[in-house]
């Protein structure tokens, strides 16, 4: 049986550690490489670094946070934020990413997602999808750091993605996102019945039990959680015993 993966999530802007709710409201949660190698410590299987700023500033990734952060971690790490092509990959590649999530990018060029994984294996690439309730088993694809609402509904695209060689979904509920509220159980579970790539459910998580609905329940391959484990209102180590007890099969 494949194991869960817990997996924190680092927002940035301005070079520091930050989280809101739905996009919004961002505040303070500290140095990356600080939180970063916390997260180490408490035994994350993964972690994310997302440069939420990037794409709509135009701009690169932060590299040399990037290298940073990638020199104080053991664990796999994947950066996402302002990446726009091939080279762009490699830079992040060399600089310690062991994955690199598109978002912006490869909606605006989906050529790309085929184009990368050829070139460094469809188990680098993450496609990010940020999604918003339309109706009834529907949800928008939005871009930009959840500005820019396209006309993509996520299943779909997250179907296509998978097509074009991407090696994993991370897929964000906007309407969750910071609320504590739970995942969004729906659409995570219509994501991972569309692809056969593993699902990153990320978006809502508040309690316990909402780690093991988003496995048991919608089938997810790993959650990702930030505000939650940011400040400390639950740990690594809690959330896995939690699991192991309801025999939920996790990383050691």
């Known amino acids: 049986m494949l194991t869960k993966r817990i997996i924190p999530c680092l927002d940035i802007k301005d ?5 809101g709710v739905k996009f919004l409201g961002l505040r303070d949660a ?34 040399k946070l990037v ?35 598109l978002n912006t990018a490869a909606v605006n060029n989906p050529r790309l997602i085929a184009e990368a994984s050829r070139k460094f294996g469809s188990q680098c690439i993450v496609v990010a999808i940020d999604a918003k309730k339309m109706r009834t088993e529907q949800w928008q694809v939005y871009t930009h750091g959840g500005r820019t609402p396209v006309k993509l509904e996520a299943v779909a695209w997250a179907k ?25 159980l729906k659409l995570t579970r219509a994501v991972v019945d569309a692809v056969n790539i593993p699902v990153i459910a990320s ?39 939690y699991l192991r007890r309801n025999k939920v099969c996790v990383r050691a």
């Not at 940073?68 to 053991?74: D, S």
Request: aromatic fraction near 8%.
């Open 160 to 184: 296509k993605a998978a097509q074009l060689g991407a090696g994993e979904i991370l897929l964000t509920s906007m309407d969750c996102d910071g609320t504590k509220a739970g995942y969004d």
């Open 203 to 241: 978006g809502g998580a508040g309690t316990l039990k909402d780690f093991y609905l988003v496995f048991t329940k919608a089938k997810a391959q790993a959650a990702l959680a930030a505000s939650l484990f940011h400040y400390r209102e639950l740990s690594i180590p809690q959330v896995k015993d």
């Open 30 to 63: 500290g140095d990356p490489v600080k939180v970063a190698r916390a997260y180490e410590k408490q035994g994350a299987d993964e972690l994310v670094f997302l440069d939420i700023t990037a794409s709509y500033q135009k701009r690169k990734t932060l590299v």
């Open 15 to 19: 070079g520091r550690v930050v989280k």
């Open 67 to 101: 290298e940073a952060v990638a020199t104080n971690i053991f664990m796999p790490f994947t950066v996402g934020g302002g990446v726009g092509s091939v080279e762009d990959i490699r830079v992040l590649l060399n600089a310690g990413a062991d994955k690199v999530s």
